[in-house]
């Protein structure tokens, strides 16, 4: 650039140089960008899979404890009816007793 040139000329060449700096400054924050997009995707995917895998598990978890929950209940619905049948068989034995006692009054 010449002394001859008017300083307009001169701060629009320095403009243009500003401007081709900033573009290709953006162009490799863009990049950085994009990459750190696809790499947040793939944490993300992993995440995703981690999760299912861990909902699989629980899924799982909660099938046996479930299972063995039954167990216990159909266990305790067993003991019940003993307890049952026992109150039942006393009650008649009871009334029994009742019915001979009040027949050898008479």
Do not use: W
């Not at 010449?2 to 900033?22: F, K, M, Q």
């Not at 997009?37 to 793939?42: G, H, M, Q, Y």
């Not at 049952?84 to 068989?89: A, G, N, T, Y």
């Amino acid at each position: 650039m010449s002394d001859n040139a008017p300083p307009e000329t001169a701060a629009i060449l320095e403009l243009e140089i500003l401007v081709r700096h900033l573009a290709e400054e953006l162009a490799g924050f863009r990049r950085r960008a994009q990459v750190a997009e696809a790499r947040l995707k793939d944490v993300e995917g992993q995440e995703a899979g981690m999760a299912s895998l861990d909902l699989a598990a629980r899924c799982t978890e909660l099938e046996h404890e479930n299972e063995r929950l039954k167990k216990k209940l159909d266990a305790a619905r067993s003991r019940s009816k003993q307890m049952l049948d026992r109150v039942r068989f006393l009650r008649q034995q009871a009334q029994g007793a009742q019915t001979q006692v009040a027949g050898s009054e008479r």
